[in-house]
Structure formats: C-alpha cells, structure tokens
T-cell receptor, first 114, second 114 residues
Framework: QQQVKQSPQSLIVQKGGISIINCAYENTAFDYFPWYQQFPGKGPALLIAIRPDVSEKKEGRFTISFNKSAKQFSLHIMDSQPGDSATYFCAAPISSGSARQLTFGSGTQLTVLP | DSGVTQTPKHLITATGQRVTLRCSPRSGDLSVYWYQQSLDQGLQFLIQYYNGEERAKGNILERFSAQQFPDLHSELNLSSLELGDSALYFC?????????????FGQGTRLTVV
C-alpha cells in the first residue's frame, strides 16, 4: 500500500530548464517532507526538506512547494544542470504501530541534457 | 562522505546461504535504519534501532534479523537467501529517534544471490 505517490517516473529536461517532480501523500499526520537525491552507486543524500507550517522553502536552485489542502508537495529545480542528473525521492514519516518510518516515493530519474 | 560506513560493498553468495551486513553510524547518531533497494520496489524500510533497541519495523522478512550493539554499530543478518533477495541494502543513521531530522545514508551493500 503506497502512501507516498511520486511522479513522474522519469524526466528529461534541457539544460537551463525547470524540472518539476510531484509527490502526493495520504496521511495528514506528516510533519516533515524531505527530498533525497541519489547518484548511481551512492546512497541517497538529503537535498532539501520542508515542514508543513510553511508553504515553500528555497535553497539555491531547489524549491519545495507544499500544498497542505491538496496533500501534495513538489520539488522544483530551476536552471537545471547536467550535474543534477540523478534519481530523486520524496519521503514522509508514516506511522507504523507505535513508531514511524520514513517512507519513500518510488523515485524519479532525472536526466538533464547538455 | 556521509559518515555512515557499510561493509562489505559487494557480496555474492548462493541461494540458501546466510550473510551479515555491517553498518557503523555517524559519530553521535543513536538511530540506525536499514533499507532495501531493488529496481522494482524502490527504497523499502526494513527496521530501525534506537540506542540498542528496536524502534520500528517495516517489511522485514522473518528470514532477516538485525541488532544494534552497545557501540551503536548494527548488523543485518539475511538467512536462507533467495534469488529475490538480490538488492542494494542501505543503512542510514540519525541523531534522534524521530524521523523529522536528516537521515544520513551509507553507500550500501550490493548483495547478489546466485
């Protein structure tokens, strides 16, 4: 049962373009929404994260937009560069019994063409 | 370098065998998480330990077990291995027990069952 749904599965963007990846969640108890970036042969690394008390967070070329009413959050990569080519995962804490587990979306493979 | 160390990096073993994957968390981190990453399943949460105690359990098979030792390193034991267990196994660590802070991932152990 997928509680964090991510789209698209793959994305090809020209250098300098805007990359947009979307995630939808089902549980309203989430309080932390991170995005992780993974390069081939490496482990995922935190890229940027947002808490639901704000609707947007920007760090350099990366922006998270959060829509609480629609239960969606998205990652925007401005001025996309070939070095941004990687797999991106959204994630959220999901209740598992008395504890929570960080549940990842299915991933988006981003390719930025030079 | 995330500060999380996983050994070995690669492991090839036969069906029915047992293997142990090792993880050393970042200095000061008390939580250790194990994830399985396969092509068709994405990043699947297996189990979390916090300061030596099991905190959360995900889709971990009964053939798999884990523990966290007093020095906070963790081991994931996989037994009666099947071809379908071939995957990347990631360990991550974080400071606290909750999931609203950054989790740092190791570079993973690639397990191939033949």
């Amino acid at each position: 049962q997928q509680q964090v749904k991510q789209s698209p599965q793959s994305l090809i963007v020209q250098k300098g373009g805007i990359s947009i990846i979307n995630c939808a969640y089902e549980n309203t108890a989430f309080d932390y929404f991170p995005w992780y970036q993974q390069f081939p042969g490496k482990g995922p690394a935190l890229l940027i994260a947002i808490r639901p008390d704000v609707s947007e967070k920007k760090e350099g070329r990366f922006t998270i937009s959060f829509n609480k009413s629609a239960k969606q959050f998205s990652l925007h990569i401005m001025d996309s560069q070939p070095g941004d080519s990687a797999t991106y995962f959204c994630a959220a804490p999901i209740s598992s019994g008395s504890a929570r587990q960080l549940t990842f979306g299915s991933g988006t493979q981003l390719t930025v063409l030079p | 370098d995330s500060g999380v160390t996983q050994t070995p990096k690669h492991l090839i073993t036969a069906t029915g065998q047992r293997v142990t994957l090792r993880c050393s968390p970042r200095s000061g981190d008390l939580s250790v998480y194990w994830y399985q990453q396969s092509l068709d399943q994405g990043l699947q949460f297996l189990i979390q330990y916090y300061n030596g105690e099991e905190r959360a359990k995900g889709n971990i098979l009964e053939r798999f077990s884990a523990q966290q030792f007093p020095d906070l390193h963790s081991e994931l034991n996989l037994s009666s291995l099947e071809l379908g267990d071939s995957a990347l196994y990631f360990c991550a660590s974080s400071v606290g027990r909750s999931l609203n802070t950054e989790a740092f991932f190791g570079q993973g152990t690639r397990l191939t069952v033949v």
